[in-house]
């Protein structure tokens, strides 16, 4: 299982960096194909949780696992938001938000601590249950292309060189590493601790679809963009009808 959550968590970094290659190597990419993916990015994540995540939270540590993912939306909210300051997915379309190269390193911070914990969540959930932790890559790996975007586009925004961005990319794309293989030192550790970590990556999953990616939707102009919220939804049905029907998986 550490093979498996090892390949995945590259494949979720190899999705983080071609966004950021994406980026250097075209001067302007469209919003609307950023917009598109955050928006089917949300819906997946959502309906992930509430469908996935909170009912195998419960029953791995019980009337406790409420508690340990309120502590996982809260500790992302703290670094995100509190310790390095209001960081948006979109920044890059801003102009006026982003100039300073002060701005720019607050929101590589933000992301590169938010990837962390896209691939801590990737690896608990694999090791927990394999078709839960398909089903997380995939959410993850959904919303990866458009962090890339997101700060490759920053740092060119903020006055650094192309090859300054696509490090910034690749390093966002190495936490997610870190944070899958930070998973393997529970390995030793009872089946309780690591319930615990899996309710905490459902609270971690909660915070980046409820209150990173829904509020950059909001805020489109393109009505189109919110009615894919729900195609995600349909997706993750879609999908996770799919993988039940050919993995035999009994919720």
């Known amino acids: 299982m550490a093979l498996t959550a090892l390949l ?33 990015s949300s819906g997946f994540l959502l309906a992930l949780v509430f469908l996935e995540l909170i009912p195998a939270g419960i029953q791995a540590v019980g009337t406790a696992a409420p508690l340990y993912m309120l502590l996982g939306y809260a500790v992302l909210h703290f670094f995100e938001h509190t310790l390095v300051g209001h960081l948006h997915f979109g920044e890059e379309v801003h102009h006026d938000a982003m100039v300073s190269r002060a701005a720019s390193i607050s929101t590589f911070s933000g992301l590169f601590v938010h990837a962390f914990f896209d691939g801590f969540s990737i690896s608990v959930a694999l090791h927990y249950d394999f078709y839960v932790g398909v089903l997380v890559f995939f959410a993850v790996l959904l919303h990866k292309v458009p962090e890339g975007l997101t700060i490759a586009s920053v740092m060119l925004i903020a006055q650094h060189q192309r090859r300054t961005a ?43 679809g409820a209150s990173d990616l829904v509020p950059e939707i909001n805020r489109s102009r393109n009505r189109v963009i919110p009615v894919l919220v729900f195609g995600g939804m349909a997706l993750f049905y879609a999908g996770s009808m799919l993988l039940e029907s050919v993995m035999g998986h009994a919720h």
């Not at 494949?11 to 990419?29: D, K, N």
Request: proline share 1%; no cysteine; net charge positive.
């Open 8 to 40: 995945y968590g590259l494949i979720a970094a190899a999705a983080e960096v071609l966004g950021g290659s994406l980026v250097v190597l075209r001067s302007r990419w469209p919003q609307k194909v950023q917009e598109y993916l955050l928006a089917l």
């Open 166 to 208: 696509f490090f910034a990319s690749a390093a966002i794309g190495v936490a997610t590493m870190l944070g899958v293989v930070s998973v393997f030192f529970l390995q030793g550790v009872s089946g309780t601790t690591v319930g615990i970590a899996f309710a905490f990556s459902a609270g971690l999953t909660t915070y980046v």
